[in-house]
């Protein structure tokens, strides 16, 4: 049998169309690898270019609103814009950026050689990819989606425009890359964690991982049933979302937050995880509360699967509803209580080093307390009524996706940066960016409350001088371009840094607690000579330091005392590790699927093109074993 | 003593954050005119206080940790490392929870209030959403065979009301295929999508949706003209879709309601007559017809597709299409007719090259619809 293997792939190697890749550096690597570094670093820099395209979108809305009756776009082009800017924000930045710290780190953290199914890692990258890549081709042939990012029925419907048609193609493709990568990091933390790493000596980082990719799995697949609603009715007639033939509109809103609430935790969990690793961290004492903090966060998916009607409170949908959601929204607000109270009391009674990644985590802390409290001013149903669709929420959503998710990522990304680049980020630029980016975000985001609440309405692409709003609007946008002067700051900062040579001169140079700290920086392709045997909680923090059972100060492990294995072993060069080899199949087998979706905007044939694109990359795929010969 | 006067400060200061960019503050929602906006207003009110204080304590602690707990330069020390505390934990869940459940009581309750339909004595009315406009129909009895015809009063972007009268709104979503052209031109159909009607100083927002009606009870305290909106969005002119809602002195209503139940004056003349005569008929050249969309009470136009003009020019009609302009504003109205879509970018009346003797001759004919 296994014979038999080896010569097919013999076979498919010789007679083949793709010649089996082997190179792990070069450009060609980063299309064939199916190392989940490489492939978390090309997660991070495309979403980062995403997002640098979704900020250029919010210039554009904030330079449009800068004055009243503003011309510098019209209805049509303001429309695409904001859409858009929050597909792009939410699909293309926060939730790749997320993966690609999720790839890189799961299995470094709990100590293994890569994720479950490599291949399937690669795939996943590149679905995503060529969905956004997609999505945004519409500019080009007929116009942006333009429903915005929630997309109700019927207007996403009746639009004549094709925006909308490749909103839903897209957002399944960019579905398809998310489920496969769900599932793959949820088996890698379940089934990959190394000896002694049991489920509550797991870093609360990889205890939000495991959460949001659960939340994916389960509520991912909601979304994808309503988009392929959306496309029957917009591509082939049929009536889910027609009221008058018996369809009904509000059910593309129910499954939209029936997927989307689930989906606003999977935005927020990873910037907790972030910050639960690095208050620790900085504050060189261990997280406050850890179960509390790892049970708070799964008991905020759990609710978050209860709460999605509270998106809905002007619907109709009648009292006993919106007293349900608003009762279980209220709930939802105590577990989020309890990790803010757990981070605070970490840091109190530490010895707080104000580097980069305590700053931006304490970024995330403050401005996500705003966020939470506005939040809870629309648990409170009837004042909702007034708020919903206001600017208002606006301002609380920014608080918590920007103040909470994108404060908290540039926590991470100061903080691993040198893990993955074996390079420090400037500590100075890394400042002066943040103080810049967290008065130039208050200036834009804060303003929006007053204007919600003085009642301009949000996607308006004009407001009148009539209504007094002009004042608060210029803040705003002078606030947007203050957080893009942050943000060049940081593109300058990671240009400069990466310009220089690699090397650390210590390679944990923050003291840090977990794994990921025990290799070097970057890691070898295998991650570890030695799979490492797990004693405890911050295991790493322990092989340095023991601590004082009477004081409970830490002290320092005598070089050669430490607990019975440490850096004794011969650095094996990874040569007797055995580690999936690279591959063209995944990248092929990717293709298929937007070809398939332009086919079902313009031709089946182009469908029958991408499906055999598809079946031809998994078939190369089933028959290449994932170690190629020697 | 002190605390109050702080309390003070504080609401002064919110009030003047707030004030000092609205001068109109006529959308505020902090500016209640009415029972309903004034319910929603004392609860967010308190609530918001409650989160201040929660606010100032959390961030307050936060900076207190960081200046306290900073690591002074030059110093290497190494904390006293503390695991957690069961009792804190159960506490800082417990007292969060108490705080929510104080503040759902007033907030079920209300939500219950609101959805009460109102007394007899309410006057009823079906607003109707489109793709930009609000119609308005008054199906009272005496108000629902007006115009010599049996047709209830109707109006488009601006509700008017008694003041100090409940008003029970029943929200329709509505449209329909509309304009010239076999096939007629998807940009052109008047599409039934949800919007959300919503006057901040009178009530809070209820969606229309297609296939449902929903309610909303309300009443204006004073005599007033209060601005509004559809908050939901609603396609390309989402943003123009604004309408007012005029409340009455009881004397000002009555007479309101007996010029709106007579039909059109059709004693017009000169230039008027003319309009009145191209209004009704073909334009020529194939351009299309006026009265296939529009209606004017007492004439043959009765198509309910485009807003009713049978009182275009009373005085309490104040605003058009969905309030782009002012009625009042021949200008404006001109440049309407030349092309609707040159003012409101996708609006669904066509341009019908009308020239401007037409244009001249319409408006004229507008403005006699007192």
Partial sequence: ?630 | MRKKALWALGASILGLLLAACAPNASQSTLDPAGPTAQSEKNLFVPVFWIAVAVFVLVEGAILVIAIKYRQRKGRERMPKQTHGNTRLEIGWTIAPALVLAVVMVPTVSLIWQLAKAPGPGALNVTVQGRQWWWGFQYTDPDMKESYGSGEPITVADVLVVPAGRQVYLSLEAAGGLIGPGDPPDPAKADYVVIHSFWTPQLFGKQDVVPGRTNHITFAADQPGTYTGQCAEFCGLQHANMKFKVVALSQSDWDAWVQRERAPASTTVEGLAAEGRAIFLNPLSNDRGTCVNCHAIGGTEAASGAAPNLTHFYDPTHTCFAGCDFDTSDTEALKAWLRDPNAVKLGAKMPNYALSDHEIDALVAYLQSLT
Avoid at chain 1, 51 to 76: C, H, M, T, W, Y
Avoid at chain 1, 490 to 515: C, H, Y
Wanted: glycine share 12%; hydrophobic share 50%.
């Fill in chain 1, 1 to 630: 049998m296994k014979g038999d293997m080896a010569s097919l792939s013999v076979q498919g190697a010789r007679g083949g169309i793709l010649r089996r890749p082997s190179a792990t550096t070069g450009w060609l690597s980063w299309f064939t690898t199916v190392d989940h570094k490489k492939i978390g670093i090309m997660y991070g820099v495309t979403a980062f270019v995403f997002f640098v395209l979704g900020g250029l979108e919010a210039l554009l809305i904030r330079s449009q609103l800068a004055q009243p009756d503003g011309k510098i776009l019209n209805a049509d082009q303001y429309n695409q814009v904001f859409t858009m800017h929050g597909v792009t924000m939410i699909f293309l930045f926060v939730m790749p950026m997320s993966a690609g710290f999720f790839n890189y780190l799961l299995p470094l953290m709990i100590g293994a050689r890569d994720v479950a199914f490599p291949r399937l890692n690669a795939l996943s990258f590149w679905v995503f990819v060529l969905g956004g890549l997609f999505l945004y081709s519409a500019a080009l042939l007929g116009g942006a989606p333009n429903g915005g990012w929630f997309g109700y029925a019927p207007n996403s419907v009746t639009d004549p425009t094709p925006g909308m048609t490749f909103y839903a193609l897209g957002l399944i493709i960019t579905g398809i890359a998310s489920t496969v990568g769900a599932v793959n990091l949820a088996v890698t933390i379940i089934n990959m964690r190394a000896p002694g790493m049991t489920l509550f000596r797991m870093p609360v980082f990889v205890w939000m991982g495991l959460v949001v990719q659960l939340l994916l799995i389960f509520s991912l697949p909601i979304i994808t049933i309503d988009l392929f609603l959306l496309l029957f009715d917009r591509r082939w007639g049929t009536l889910f979302f027609e009221a008058a033939q018996g369809g009904d509109p509000v059910l593309w809103q129910h499954l939209f937050w029936l997927f989307g609430h689930p989906e606003v935790y999977v935005l927020i969990l990873p910037a907790f995880g972030i910050i639960s690793e690095i208050i620790p961290v900085f504050s060189r004492k261990p997280l406050f509360g850890y179960q509390f903090v790892v049970f708070s966060g799964i008991a905020i998916g759990f609710i978050g699967f209860g709460v999605w009607a509270h998106h809905m409170f002007a619907v109709g949908l009648g009292p006993v509803a919106n007293t349900a959601f608003g009762v279980t929204t209220a709930i939802i607000a105590i577990p989020t209580g309890v990790k803010i109270f757990n981070w605070m009391a970490t840091m109190h009674g530490g010895e707080l080093r104000f580097d980069t990644p305590l700053l931006y985590s304490i970024g995330t802390v403050t401005m996500f307390v705003i966020g939470g409290l506005s939040g809870v001013t629309h648990a409170i149903v009837p004042s909702d009524y007034q708020q919903t669709d206001t600017y208002y929420i606006v301002a609380h959503i920014h608080y918590v996706l920007f103040g909470g998710a994108v404060f908290g990522l540039f926590a991470g990304m100061f903080y691993w940066w040198p893990k993955v680049f074996a390079r420090q980020l400037s500590e100075r630029l890394g400042k002066w960016q943040f103080w810049i980016m967290i008065v130039g975000f208050n200036l834009t985001f804060g303003p929006m409350h007053v204007l919600g609440l003085n009642g301009m309405i949000r996607r308006e692409y004009t407001y009148p001088a009539s209504l007094g709003l002009t004042g608060w609007n210029q803040v705003a946008s002078v606030g947007a371009f203050v957080i893009a002067l942050s943000i060049l700051l940081f593109i300058i900062n990671a240009v400069r840094t990466q310009s220089k040579p690699k090397g650390l001169e210590n390679e944990d140079p923050w003291d840090a607690r977990t794994l990921e700290w025990t290799t070097a920086c970057p890691p070898p392709v295998w991650n570890f000579d030695e799979i490492p045997e797990v004693h405890a909680l911050d295991d790493f923090w322990h092989k340095k330091y023991v601590e004082d059972e009477k004081t409970g100060l830490p002290v320092p492990v005598q070089a050669g005392g430490a607990p019975e294995h440490d850096e004794g072993h011969e650095a094996s060069g990874g040569h007797a590790i055995h580690l999936p080899s690279p591959s063209f199949w995944p990248l092929v087998a990717s293709f298929g699927l937007p070809i398939m979706a332009y086919g079902i905007l313009y031709s089946w044939w182009l469908v029958g093109a991408g499906a055999l694109v598809l079946l031809v990359g998994f078939y190369g795929w089933a028959m290449e074993p994932s170690v190629a010969e020697e």
